[in-house]
């Protein structure tokens, strides 16, 4: 039984670690983008058109809120993961 619980804890770890691998990539990626964004001039700013301007502030924006509900999908697959090692382990909980 501890060898099986033991697996299952290095697969998950694994898995959790991969899926943070891709949260720094997205990480780093609106990172960058939020970086070019602050090098616009606030003074006229030479762009073809404000739809260009408006798709590229929005692509911006779901960069950010996809990196953010990736950390969100993180935490809740660590903690449901965590749940159930605790079941299955069965940890007492008199303080120690």
Not at 71 to 82: C, I, K, N, V, Y
């Amino acid at each position: 039984m501890n060898r099986q619980v033991t697996r299952m804890i290095r697969h998950m770890a694994a898995s959790q670690q991969e899926m943070a691998n891709i949260l720094e990539a997205n990480r780093h990626v609106a990172v960058r983008m939020a970086q070019l964004v602050h090098e616009i001039p606030p003074d006229n700013p030479s762009f073809q058109d404000i739809e260009s301007l408006t798709e590229h502030s929005m692509n911006v924006s779901k960069s950010i809120a996809i990196y953010l509900s990736g950390l969100a999908d993180l935490e809740e697959a660590l903690a449901e993961h965590m749940a159930l090692m605790v079941k299955i382990v069965e940890i007492p909980d008199d303080g120690e």
